[in-house]
């Protein structure tokens, strides 16, 4: 069965940082790409980005609305994907899944991350 | 920036055809996906690749396109299909977008 669990989230500080952890089981990790969606309260879901496989180069893409302050990552050895989040603004505040696939075909629970001063 | 758009509401009665509409311009190049968000619930892909269902998910749900529009339909609407639906797509450049979602009541 496939499992993802995001974790990290956290009361955090505008322009401050904080990474998410999502640990995952169930699958070959390293043949999927990995995808990152927010949902602030209340709202719609967002597309925050994604990684590739190391076969197509492990490239990232990105939403507008975070570029140049998240970072995507992944360590295929552990079956771990990571967010980055630097210079948070209060319109981060939302819960962030971790998601399997670009178009995501399986999620985890989400964890909170809370931008306020 | 790409945006999906999608009707903020559908309403229909029980055991009636719901229709849930996503328009973007990218959707005749573009695969569409299908997401079930029920209330406090994780999202649940019912539909992807416009019209593949996984085989977890009920025949009543099927996904159409059109041009610039996919669809979703749900034949025979149960009152547990109460949810948030939402269409996701990608851009040109291999971004991701969700539709706005809609609420669809059953009742």
């Known amino acids: 069965e496939v499992h993802l669990v995001a974790s990290g989230g956290d009361l955090v500080q505008p322009g401050r940082s904080l990474r998410l952890s999502c640990i995952t089981s169930?699958?070959?990790?390293?043949?999927?790409?990995m995808s990152w969606v927010r949902q602030a309260p209340g709202k719609g879901l967002h597309w925050v980005g994604f990684?590739?496989?190391?076969?197509?180069?492990?490239?990232?893409e990105y939403a507008a609305s975070v570029n140049g302050r998240f970072t995507i990552s992944r360590d295929d050895s552990k079956n771990i994907a990571y967010l980055q989040m630097n210079s948070l603004k209060t319109d981060d505040t939302a819960i962030y899944y971790c998601?399997?696939?670009?178009?995501?075909?399986?999620w985890g629970q989400g964890t909170l991350v809370t931008v306020s001063s | 920036s790409y945006e999906l758009t999608q009707p903020p509401s559908v309403s229909v009665s029980p055991g009636q055809t719901a229709k849930i509409t996503c328009s973007g311009d990218?959707?005749?190049?573009?695969?569409a996906y299908w997401y079930q968000q029920k209330s406090g619930q994780v999202p649940v892909l019912v539909i992807y690749?416009?019209?593949k269902r996984p085989s977890e998910i009920p025949e009543r749900f099927s996904g159409s396109g059109s041009g610039t529009m996919a669809t979703l339909t749900i034949s025979g609407a149960l009152v547990e299909d109460e949810a948030d639906y939402y269409c996701?797509?990608?851009?040109?450049?291999?971004?991701?977008?969700f539709g706005g979602g809609t609420k669809l009541t059953v009742l």
């Open positions: 169930g699958f070959t990790f390293g043949d999927y790409a």
């Open positions: 996701f797509s990608t851009d040109t450049v291999s971004r991701g977008v």
């Open positions: 998601t399997r696939k670009m178009a995501p075909d399986a």
């Open positions: 990684i590739r496989v190391k076969a197509y180069g492990g490239t990232t």
């Open positions: 990218a959707l005749p190049k573009r695969y």
């Open positions: 690749e416009d019209n």
